[in-house]
Antibody, heavy 128, light 110 residues
Framework: QLQLQESGPGLVKPSETLSLTCTVS??????????WGWIRQPPGKGLEWIGS???????YYNPSLKSRVTISVDTSKNQFSLKLSSVTAADTAVYYC????????????????????WGQGTLVTVSS | QSVLTQPPSASGTPGQRVTISCSGS????????VNWYQQLPGTAPKLLIY???QRPSGVPDRFSGSKSGTSASLAISGLQSEDEADYYC???????????FGGGTKLTVL
């Protein structure tokens, strides 16, 4: 059974870089043709997709966050990671990682479909 | 402001049927499939419906999804107290080239 687990600092100072890692167990990131995504949820608010990465390293990012986001994959550790730079209080949220099911399109393999399963989430607070 | 529009709240009594709507546009729901997630209090979202109307293994058939044009709906029949949760619709948006979510609907079982 595939499981995902987020890890990283729970407190980040304003203007610094938020760094999280998602460890995948019960399956290999590189053996399956899936994307791996990050989604966040500010306290009391809705879900926001941050971005997704293919096992080969191809990425898609939310246009509203693209300038500050980097998602990378480490197939040797079966992990993928999120870096969000220049954080402010507005970046305070529960961050989830999830497997993201793609479609094969004329543009290539695109993460158009659903997220399943999800990690349990980790709260990151931006505060000095 | 979410790209997909959902009512902020919905309610029903045990045994009732409730529906939750999700409205989008030609660049998202109109041209891509819709997925629904259930988020029980204090937990991570869970996939409830995928590809408009498909249920993952383990999801009761009380939950059903449909899509017409640029709108989609989630229906819950035989409402139970454990269905009290937040429900989110989501779809790919061709214009944004990204995944978009609805703002979520809080379902209360009276």
């Amino acid at each position: 059974q595939l499981q995902l687990q987020e890890s990283g600092p729970g407190l980040v100072k304003p203007s610094e870089t938020l760094s999280l890692t998602c460890t995948v167990s019960g399956g290999s990131i590189s053996s399956s043709s899936y994307y791996w995504g990050w989604i966040r949820q500010p306290p009391g608010k809705g879900l926001e997709w941050i971005g997704s990465i293919y096992y080969s390293g191809s990425t898609y990012y939310n246009p509203s966050l693209k300038s500050r986001v980097t998602i990378s994959v480490d197939t040797s550790k079966n992990q993928f990671s999120l870096k969000l730079s220049s954080v402010t209080a507005a970046d305070t949220a529960v961050y989830y990682c999830a497997r993201h099911v793609p479609s094969i399109t004329i543009f290539g393999v695109v993460p158009e479909n659903w997220f399943d399963p999800w990690g349990q989430g980790t709260l990151v607070t931006v505060s000095s | 402001q979410s790209v997909l529009t959902q009512p902020p709240s919905a309610s029903g009594t045990p045994g009732q049927r409730v529906t939750i709507s999700c409205s989008g546009s030609s660049s998202n729901i109109g041209s891509n499939t819709v997925n629904w997630y259930q988020q029980l209090p204090g937990t991570a979202p869970k996939l409830l419906i995928y590809s408009n109307n498909q249920r993952p293994s383990g999801v009761p058939d009380r939950f059903s999804g449909s899509k017409s044009g640029t709108s989609a709906s989630l229906a819950i029949s035989g409402l139970q107290s454990e269905d009290e949760a937040d429900y989110y619709c989501a779809a790919w948006d061709d214009s944004l080239n990204g995944q978009v979510f609805g703002g979520g609907t809080k379902l209360t079982v009276l």
